[in-house]
Structure formats: structure tokens, C-alpha cells
T-cell receptor, first 113, second 112 residues
Framework: AQSVAQPEDQVNVAEGNPLTVKCTYSVSGNPYLFWYVQYPNRGLQFLLKYITGDNLVKGSYGFEAEFNKSQTSFHLKKPSALVSDSALYFCAAPTGTASKLTFGTGTRLQVTL | NAGVTQTPKFQVLKTGQSMTLQCAQDMNHEYMSWYRQDPGMGLRLIHYSVGAGITDQGEVPNGYNVSRSTTEDFPLRLLSAAPSQTSVYFC???????????FGEGSRLTVL
């Protein structure tokens, strides 16, 4: 079955430090991969997606993600974290067809001063 | 341009009652979907639609019905509410399936 996994329930980072939120995938063929962010009591917001091409994908709010085929990973990164980045982050990939998007269980990012 | 609008934001039901969660989008998106979000489980797809008149089941469709009579609207019906359907429900849309999704603000449902 095609799926994504987020191995960390929570990531803690000091403001100004780089952050990484991990995602691994199990998808046959060429994967579509997404990252979404959810702020408290809000819906999810699209951050970025990978289809093909450059392994480094740039997205909203200064985030980027690195696609690594050999490690089947699609980690979300930001060079310098902000307190306002504190939120719940979800990795996602289509399951079977592009119409069925499967989400990981989410990683809570906590950025502190 | 309101994006994806969900109503109601909060609802409390008794077991066995029925209700409809409304979802409307004003972006002329072909693809619409319903997810439920439960702690520790991420989001799970309930039903989706790739265009007016076309719907299909997702991962957890039991106990829910949908219809898509117009491009704009995609209501989710709970036929006979059960406590296991206590959750936060999100409607999402995109121009085409495979695009980034636009989400509504969510509807928090409690079934007693």
C-alpha cells in the first residue's frame, strides 16, 4: 500500500535555528508528495509539492523540501525558524490515484525563543 | 472570494440523529473532498468528487453520503450519527485532482 510516515510526533527548535520535519514515503512509480501546515483551530494550508524535476522544492513562508529517492524521504526544511512557524505539519501523497490523498499522522513543531 | 466555506462550525448531535455538513467553494474547482481529523490519526479521506455528478468513496466512507449536483457544493450527510463519528471534518477543493488542496476551516461534530 502506498503511504507516508512521519516518524516524529513533535519537533522542538529554538528560534533562528534551522528546522527539519521528517517524512518518508512508500509510493510506487514517480511520487507526488505534498506538505501542508495547520495552525490551531484552522484548516490545513498547502505549503509545497513535488512532482518531478529539481529535488529541492521551494514553497510558502520560506519553507523548502528535499526529495531523496534513495532514502525515500521528503523532509521539510527551513534555514531559520520563527516562533510563528509553530504549528502541525502534515506530509501527504496520493494513494492509487491523484484523487485520493493520504496524509501522515502529523508532526507538531514547537519553536521557542 | 471566500474560498472554501463550511457550515456549521460546531454541532452536537444525539446518537441516531441525521445531519448535513455543508461545503461550498467559489473558485470553480472541479475536485472536492471530505476528510475527518482525529487525534493521532492524521486526516482520513471520506468521500471525494472529481466533478459535478461524480462521487467516489475514500478510506472511511461508511455512515456518510455525498452528492455533487453543482460544481460549487459538496454536502456531507450523516445518516444515523454514532459516537465514533465525533471528529473534526474538513472539506477541501482543488482545480484538478493532484493539485494542492484548499481547505475549509473545519466543522467540529460531537455525537453523544
Amino acid at each position: 500500500a502506498q503511504s507516508v510516515a512521519q516518524p516524529e510526533d513533535q519537533v522542538n527548535v529554538a528560534e533562528g535555528n534551522p528546522l527539519t520535519v521528517k517524512c518518508t514515503y512508500s509510493v510506487s512509480g514517480n511520487p507526488y508528495l505534498f506538505w501542508y501546515v495547520q495552525y490551531p483551530n484552522r484548516g490545513l494550508q498547502f505549503l509545497l509539492k513535488y512532482i518531478t524535476g529539481d529535488n529541492l522544492v521551494k514553497g510558502s513562508y520560506g519553507f523548502e523540501a528535499e526529495f531523496n529517492k534513495s532514502q525515500t524521504s521528503f523532509h521539510l526544511k527551513k534555514p531559520s525558524a520563527l516562533v510563528s512557524d509553530s504549528a502541525l505539519y502534515f506530509c501527504a501523497a496520493p494513494t492509487g490515484t491523484a484523487s485520493k490523498l493520504t496524509f501522515g499522522t502529523g508532526t507538531r513543531l514547537q519553536v521557542t525563543l | 472570494n471566500a474560498g472554501v466555506t463550511q457550515t456549521p462550525k460546531f454541532q452536537v448531535l444525539k446518537t441516531g440523529q441525521s445531519m448535513t455538513l455543508q461545503c461550498a467553494q467559489d473558485m470553480n474547482h472541479e475536485y472536492m473532498s471530505w476528510y475527518r481529523q482525529d487525534p493521532g490519526m492524521g486526516l482520513r479521506l471520506i468521500h471525494y468528487s472529481v466533478g459535478a455528478g461524480i462521487t467516489d468513496q475514500g478510506e472511511v466512507p461508511n455512515g456518510y453520503n455525498v452528492s455533487r449536483s453543482t460544481t460549487e457544493d459538496f454536502p456531507l450527510r450523516l445518516l444515523s450519527a454514532a459516537p465514533s463519528q465525533t471528529s473534526v471534518y474538513f472539506c477541501a477543493s482543488s482545480y484538478l485532482s493532484g493539485d494542492g488542496l484548499f481547505f475549509g476551516e473545519g466543522s467540529r461534530l460531537t455525537v453523544l
